[in-house]
């Protein structure tokens, strides 16, 4: 992890001590900093379920899922997240949430429908894994200032592309102020990409961890790679990927065309190939 969170690190505080250096005050650059993490923090769990669609499940509703879940909870010694249902027909399950104490798992329909019990088990001690290693509040703290500086690029472009008089009014100094928007927003948009790369990169060091821990708590490593490759096996990953903004620790990824440098998890054969070889 050192590596990529170091890289991390001097993106971010490039972005920082830039804006300084163009003259916004200190006090608002932390304010502003301060106020990112905050709104990252409190919503990813909300944004998470809202995407997929979740809801919460009960003991009664679900007692296998529970006791499952209790089961991994003790053997690893952390405190039981919630449990929510997504209705998607893609074969996935998430982690998101703050802390060990405030976290959640979402498991789709499409999973449950793919899997037998002892690989769903397998996938929920993986999620269980990254909420033991902390992986949910270290990925929404390190991936709040990329999403910000995305948002705030895609909101220039945005604005370019629907109301283009809005750069001609008062001309030439609304053209000027929006020309400098938009620069700004091309520079955010780069230094985001930038950010991305050791994300991507920390994130499928976090997935290998995952899934050793998760075969080492079973003793059976056969099982996750089994379901694995279940899931694998056919079209069921959309090219959409549901978590879009979103720190949210998948089982899987969606399919990507962007290289694996972009790549939110290692191939699967790779994981594989490490549980079982």
Request: with cysteine; charged share 20%.
């Amino acid at each position: 992890m050192l590596v990529p969170m170091s890289l991390l690190a001097a993106v971010y505080g490039a972005v920082l001590a830039g804006l300084v250096l163009v003259g916004v005050p200190v006090l608002w650059v932390v304010l502003g900093a301060a106020a990112i993490l905050l709104v990252q923090w409190l919503s990813t769990e909300l944004l998470a379920r809202r995407m997929t669609k979740a809801r919460f499940v009960t003991a009664d509703e679900e007692p296998e899922l529970h006791a499952v879940l209790d089961r991994l909870c003790a053997l690893s010694d952390v405190p039981k997240p919630r449990l929510a249902i997504s209705p998607s027909p893609a074969p996935n399950a998430y982690t998101v949430g703050r802390s060990r104490r405030s976290a959640t798992i979402i498991v789709t329909t499409g999973l449950r429908a793919r899997l037998d019990p002892d690989e769903l088990t397998a996938v929920l001690a993986h999620e269980i894994a990254h909420i033991r290693h902390s992986d949910v509040a270290v990925m929404t703290v390190a991936s709040s200032f990329a999403i910000a500086l995305a948002a705030f690029a895609k909101g220039t472009g945005r604005v370019a592309v629907e109301a283009p008089g809005l750069l001609l009014e008062e001309f030439p100094y609304g053209l000027l102020i929006g020309l400098a928007v938009l620069a700004g927003g091309g520079l955010a948009g780069l230094v985001s990409f930038l950010a991305h790369l050791p994300l991507r990169w920390l994130g499928r060091a976090r997935e290998l961890a995952a899934d050793r821990a998760a075969a080492d708590l079973l003793g059976q490593p056969g099982l996750l790679a089994s379901a694995l490759l279940k899931v694998h096996e056919d079209e069921g990953i959309p090219l959409q990927d549901l978590r879009r903004g979103v720190p949210a620790l998948g089982l899987v990824a969606s399919r990507t065309r962007k290289g694996r440098l972009m790549a939110t998890h290692p191939h699967v054969h790779v994981r594989v190939r490490r549980l079982v070889g």
